[in-house]
Nanobody, 121 residues
């Protein structure tokens, strides 16, 4: 069984920083892309940033220059460093990964449980 576990959310003042981590564990053969999504109250879930196995990255326009995604393939770990946080970054952040489990030839989508990020003074 494969699971994603997130950590690192919390309350921070505007202009502050937080780092989110997503650890994949279980019977994993390979991990394709790892993403961070977020969902604010009353809004749809949106893609924040993604990183492929060869470390190619993408960012939403709203976070470019402020957020940095990284990945440690040996540890099956993705990290989202969030700097210069704004109140509009407040949301539940979800980790997503497309993973090929061991003993199968296809990939599945997996989601973490979500972690709250609140930016407020």
């Amino acid at each position: 069984q494969v699971q994603l576990v997130e950590s690192g959310g919390g309350l921070v003042q505007p202009g502050g920083s937080l780092s989110l981590s997503c650890a994949a564990s279980g019977r994993i053969f390979s991990i394709n892309v790892m993403d961070w999504y977020r969902q604010a109250p009353g809004k749809e879930r949106e893609l924040v940033s993604s990183i492929t196995s060869d470390h190619s990255t993408k960012y939403a326009d709203s976070v470019k220059g402020r957020f940095t995604i990284s990945r440690d393939n040996a540890k099956n770990l993705a990290t989202l460093q969030m700097d210069s946080l704004k109140p509009e970054d407040t949301a539940v952040y979800y980790c997503h990964a497309r993973i090929r489990p061991r003993f199968v030839t296809w990939e599945n989508d997996y989601w973490g449980q979500g972690t709250q990020v609140t930016v407020s003074s």
